[in-house]
C-alpha cells in the first residue's frame, strides 16, 4: 500500500510540527526558525530560517524532502568551488545530496524511493531532520566557498547549538527507532545487508 498525502501530514502533525499543506502539488512546506546565533544561515529575508519542503511524488511511491534555494550562488563566480565543497560533505553525512538547479540555487536534499511498502514516520522524521542539520552545520563553509573559492571543511558547524525542539523530538523518535543509523539503513543511505523474508 503507498503512502499517501494524508499520511504525510499525520506524521508532522503528530510530531507536534507546524506545516502548510498544498493538495494540488502534494507538497507540504515546514518552516524553522532559528535564534542569529544558533547558525550561521540566513534566507533570503536575512532571518535564521529555514523552508523544508516535503514532497509525495510517483503515486505516493517516491518522497523527496528538500530545502529550496538554500543558497544563491547565481552571483558567484566560484560555483566550483561550492560543487566540490558539498561533494566532499556529502562523504560525511551520506543521506543528503545536494543540487544545483535552475537560476544557480543549491538545495540540501534527501529522496526516498518507496515503490509500494508504506513509508513510517521515523523516516520522514530523519529526512527532515537530515536536511535541517545539514543547513545549519554546513552554512559556513558553502558561503567561505561562493564567497572566495576556497573549500575548509573545517568551518563545518558540528555542534549545532539549541536546536528547535520539534528537532530534538525527530532524534528522539529516531533513536527509540534503533538509532539514527538504522534510520539511514531505512532510507536506503547505508549499507545495510537485504533482509530476508
Known amino acids: 500500500m503507498a503512502t499517501t498525502f494524508q499520511d504525510l501530514q499525520t506524521y508532522l502533525t503528530a510530531a507536534g510540527l507546524g506545516f502548510e499543506a498544498n493538495d494540488e502539488h502534494q507538497t507540504i512546506a515546514i518552516g524553522f526558525t532559528g535564534e542569529p546565533d544558533d547558525t550561521t544561515y540566513r534566507d533570503e529575508d536575512g532571518d535564521p530560517s529555514v523552508r523544508i519542503l516535503v514532497r509525495l511524488v510517483e503515486r505516493g511511491e517516491f518522497v523527496a524532502v528538500f530545502s529550496p534555494q538554500a543558497w544563491d550562488l547565481s552571483d558567484s563566480e566560484h560555483v566550483p568551488a561550492v560543487c566540490e565543497a558539498v561533494a566532499r560533505m556529502q562523504a560525511r553525512m551520506k543521506l543528503i545530496r545536494f543540487d544545483l538547479g535552475e537560476g544557480g540555487f543549491l538545495q540540501p536534499n534527501v529522496e526516498i524511493p518507496l515503490e509500494k511498502a508504506p513509508m513510517c514516520a521515523e523516516q520522514l ?58 534510520l539511514e539503513q531505512l532510507l536506503g543511505g547505508g549499507d545495510a545487508p537485504p533482509v530476508e523474508a
Open 125 to 182: 522524521l530523519r529526512a527532515i531532520a537530515g536536511v535541517l542539520i545539514a543547513v545549519k552545520e554546513f552554512d559556513p563553509v558553502v558561503r567561505h566557498a561562493k564567497e572566495t573559492g576556497i573549500v575548509d571543511l573545517e568551518l563545518i558547524n558540528d555542534e549545532v547549538p539549541d536546536m528547535p525542539p520539534e528537532i530534538n523530538q525527530i532524534l528522539e523518535l529516531g533513536e527509540r527507532a534503533g538509532g539514527l543509523d538504522a
